[in-house]
């Protein structure tokens, strides 16, 4: 009788620990990401029209912001709200934390009109486009835009508000998925935050997170 039941209790361990293996975890206050999803390498340019590497990005925690320069709606919102962030956790700004933002308009996105922005937020981590554009350099910050599941289109309009761009000669207006990412610092994307659950004290708390598992 001991016997059966201790095998019982052996194939009861063996089926629950598959069923709770196979749900998955509800760790952060913004929406996990739970497969283990990193990113490419990739090379950008910043405000200053510098190169930037993202290995300079190994070993800290990543906020990814996208945005663009001409948004209407969000972009100005997160932006300063991720200010807001970059203050509060200055101390670790450079040492654990590093701050992101990718155009998702490289097609208007020179890195002066970047500049300008960086400047009217008083942003000042890095903001990035590509230096000029040409089919290769498209090719690069797509991938990005692939790798972190943002999808935008680009729709034509004649009454736009928008400025032609520096690949376009008319006018249009962009919708794209917005908001944050956040890499912990083995690579790996976490979590993410948007306009259907962006909330300044929750981020705070993710990123606290990750600097204990850190």
């Known amino acids: 009788m001991k016997l059966k039941f201790s095998l019982f209790c052996i194939i009861l361990m063996i089926f629950s620990s598959g069923c709770l293996s196979s749900i998955e975890k509800d760790i952060f206050a913004g929406k996990d990401i739970n497969s283990n999803i990193s990113f490419s390498e990739f090379n950008l340019t910043d405000s200053n029209g510098d190169y930037f590497n993202s290995q300079t990005l190994d070993g800290k925690i990543v906020i990814v912001n996208f945005f663009y320069t ?24 450079g040492t654990n934390i590093s701050i992101i933002s990718i ?4 097609w208007r996105d020179s890195w002066e009109l970047i500049s300008d922005y960086k400047d009217y937020f008083n942003a000042t981590w890095p903001h990035l486009s590509v230096e000029f554009l040409n089919d290769e350099n498209l090719s690069e910050i797509e991938k990005i835009w692939t790798d972190f599941e943002i999808g935008i289109v680009l729709t034509e309009s004649e009454n736009s508000t928008s400025i ?6 008319v006018y249009y207006s962009i919708d794209h998925t917005n908001g944050i990412v956040i890499v912990d610092s083995d690579g790996y994307q976490r979590v993410r935050w948007d306009d259907t659950n962006w909330d300044i004290d929750g981020i ?4 606290t997170k990750l600097l204990k598992e850190k």
């Open 103 to 106: 155009t998702v308009d490289p």
């Open 70 to 93: 001409n948004c209407p709606n969000n972009c100005p919102i997160f932006t300063g709200d991720l200010k807001q962030i970059h203050d509060e956790f200055e101390s670790d700004i």
């Open 164 to 169: 032609s761009g520096r690949g376009h000669t």
């Open 204 to 207: 705070k708390t993710d990123i």
